[in-house]
């Protein structure tokens, strides 16, 4: 026989908005809704947090000796407080300083509260402070607080430079200069197509060499061999030998005008680049090309070399700098901070760090690694075509408007800015400076004009740090960029 039939309860329908009430009601019995709602304050965290403050504030303040307080015989305890007995002190446009025989006050602000809040510091001292829920500080208040020193180092002085000699004889724009190894003579090459050889100490013309037949856009001599190197608009990088003062080799594979030349200070390697965005490895003696460095995307305009990793550097209109790998001719690093096309690049002498110039700024960056280091603390406001730095830290940069702005190197402080003079007979839009080097000694700085001149500046003997002071302010904000 089957089992008996258990009933079931009957289950009563409900809705879908009385269970979601009934799920809230539940809901909010288990989490109140206090989330809005701060926490009560608690007067002894406040004691302690406001009493920090007024120590970190007002803890250095020394009194004077007429403020010093007098000690009786009834006041040996000493004071708990972090600075020893407040003493008091009256500001400038404080109205209410409350003085009484055993304590001395602060007042802070336009005006006192009447009834005086002993906060967190026993002894003596009392403080009296503005109002509760006030947390401005009062201007008057600037006179007593500790001035902290800014870690931007200062810059050394460095005497002004000044023109002493303007040298004519090209007749085009002069774009380029090198100096002799033994500091007797340089070389400049200008858009007449001729390179000129001057006297380093009278200034006089001692040879002209013909062969390109574009302006002459790089030049550099080597200090290993007795060779010059010159590169031109024409496509053509030449060798010239100093002993009979003609081509012996050149060098064939560029594209396009060949704008920067450098040689490797170890290896017998020339590097070249130009404006077919590639920069090119030379073999001095075969003649052949030992590497073509692609990667930029617009003309390479400057290229620097040294003896270790990275051994190339080169700077393009792309407004990017790569360091390169010679030994595979492979990229190394891109440094992308500038803006604008990187027109100049200079290493420093001794230190492992260069400079880069861009019309938005000029920026410092360390060697190997190539981290930024910081900008230069002004801004030429200009294309700067030319840059050059000497062992003494003194970067002079030169600008397509005649602007020739000399920095200290370890605090990027422009201490002098100079404007140069067409010479007569020139349009004032020909005051363009297109090439800048010192001398081996750094002492004689040699700029190369767009009228048609080149112009040797040296320091000022009679100039002292009191006739021409630095006018130095640390900067206030940084840039990381």
């Known amino acids: 026989m089957p089992g008996p039939t258990l009933e079931m309860e009957r289950v009563e329908p409900q809705s879908l908005k009385k269970l979601s009430s009934k799920s809230l009601k539940r809901a909010l019995d288990l989490f109140p809704p206090l989330h809005s709602q701060l926490p009560p304050p608690d007067p002894e965290s406040k004691k302690i947090r406001m009493s920090h403050k007024i120590s970190v504030e007002y803890g250095g303040i020394v009194p004077t000796a007429s403020q010093k307080p007098t000690r009786t015989a009834d006041s040996g305890a000493p004071s708990r407080g972090p600075a020893g007995p407040l003493n008091a002190l009256a500001l400038p446009d404080s109205r209410n300083v409350k003085t009484e025989a055993g304590q001395n006050a602060l007042v802070v602000g336009p005006s006192a509260p009447k009834e005086p809040n002993h906060i967190g510091i026993s002894g003596k001292g009392t403080i009296v402070v503005t109002a509760p829920g006030s947390y401005e500080r009062n201007p008057s208040t600037s006179a007593i607080m500790e001035r902290i020193s800014s870690r931007w180092p200062r810059p050394e002085w460095h005497a002004p430079w000044k023109i002493y000699r303007v040298i004519s004889g090209h007749l085009g724009w002069v774009r380029s200069i090198a100096f002799d190894p033994s500091n007797k003579w340089f070389c400049t090459g ?212 005649g602007s020739l702005w000399f920095w200290d190197w370890k605090s990027g402080h422009n201490y002098q800015q100079s404007q140069t003079i067409v010479q007569p007979g020139s349009l004032d839009s020909e005051a363009g ?49």
């Open 190 to 401: 200008s858009a007449d197509r001729t390179i000129k050889i001057w006297d380093v100490g009278t200034g006089q013309l001692q040879l002209t060499l013909t062969g390109h037949i574009e302006q002459i856009r790089g030049l550099a001599v080597s200090s290993r061999h007795t060779y010059m190197f010159s590169a031109g608009d024409d496509k053509q990088v030449k060798c010239w030998d100093l002993e009979q003062n003609k081509v012996i080799r050149s060098y064939h594979g560029h594209l396009s005008g060949v704008y920067c030349l450098a040689i490797h200070p170890t290896l017998d390697i020339l590097l070249t680049g130009g404006r077919d965005s590639v920069c090119r490895v030379w073999d001095i003696r075969s003649k052949m090309q030992a590497h073509a460095l692609s990667g930029h995307d617009n003309t390479v305009c400057s290229v620097f070399t040294r003896p270790t990793d990275p051994q190339v550097v080169t700077g393009s209109h792309d407004s990017t700098i790569k360091f390169w790998d010679l030994r595979y001719g492979k990229t190394m690093s891109t440094i992308t901070h500038h803006k604008k096309s990187v027109r100049a690049i200079a290493q420093h002498p001794k230190e492992h760090a260069f400079a880069s110039a861009s019309a938005d700024n000029i920026k410092k960056f360390s060697l190997p690694r190539g981290e930024f280091l910081h900008n230069m603390l002004s801004q030429q406001k200009t294309i700067i075509n030319a840059m050059a730095i000497n062992e003494e830290g003194v970067m002079a940069t030169g600008g397509d408007n």
């Open 433 to 481: 400076i297109y090439a800048l080097s010192y001398d081996v000694t750094g002492t004689r700085l040699v700029s190369c004009e767009a009228d048609k001149t080149i112009k040797m500046w040296k320091q000022d003997e009679n100039a002292t740090p009191e006739t021409h002071p630095l006018n130095f302010k640390p900067p206030k904000d940084i840039r990381r960029f």
